[in-house]
């Protein structure tokens, strides 16, 4: 039974999805208890979700015309219908988190750097977060337990359980 966290079902669906899209943006994240656990059954299932589709890649041949106009062939990787159909999943479920520009990082260099990436949460799963978990499993012989959850105690004033959520190495 899921937990309604003492909160109207669109206030709890958008923190849990701006949670969700934070914890896998960091890797990390400070909450209480009962919200640490609904966290974690949604990022085991959208990493499950990428880890069983990041593979599904189709390369598709283009002509293009260049400055010369000469017709030159161009070859692309596309995603397949069960990566497509994962990426759009994981879009609706989780907030469009933008890189952030370094501290000392020129703008020029920022747009070269972030310039190919639309969704970088997203990219982040598939390119990351997926190939790691997929050898992960293939190593241990079993699929999850990609989170753990580190009890810090108390929170002071309320008293709730205060816990770290993390993801696995």
């Known amino acids: 039974m899921a937990r309604k966290l003492g909160r109207a079902t669109d206030q709890r669906m958008a923190v849990l999805k701006n949670q969700v899209s934070m914890f896998l943006w960091n890797g990390k994240l400070e909450t209480t208890l009962d919200r640490a656990k609904e966290v974690r059954r949604l990022a085991e299932k959208y990493i499950t979700l990428a880890i069983k589709s990041y593979e599904d890649v189709v390369m598709v041949k283009k002509t293009k015309t260049n400055l010369k106009g000469d017709k030159v062939e161009v070859e ?24 952030v520009k370094g501290d000392k990082e020129k703008n020029s260099d920022y747009k070269a750097r972030t310039k190919d990436v639309k969704h970088p949460l997203v990219e982040k799963l598939f390119n990351e977060y ?34 770290i959520l993390e993801l696995v190495d």
């Open 76 to 99: 692309f990787k596309n995603d397949g219908v069960k990566k497509l159909n994962a990426r759009r999943r994981l879009m609706s479920c989780l907030y469009d988190l933008q890189e």
């Open 130 to 163: 997926a190939p790691k978990y997929a050898k992960r499993a293939e190593e241990k012989g079993q699929g999850g337990g990609y989170t753990r959850i580190l009890k810090l105690g108390a929170r002071r004033g309320d008293a709730a359980e205060k816990v």
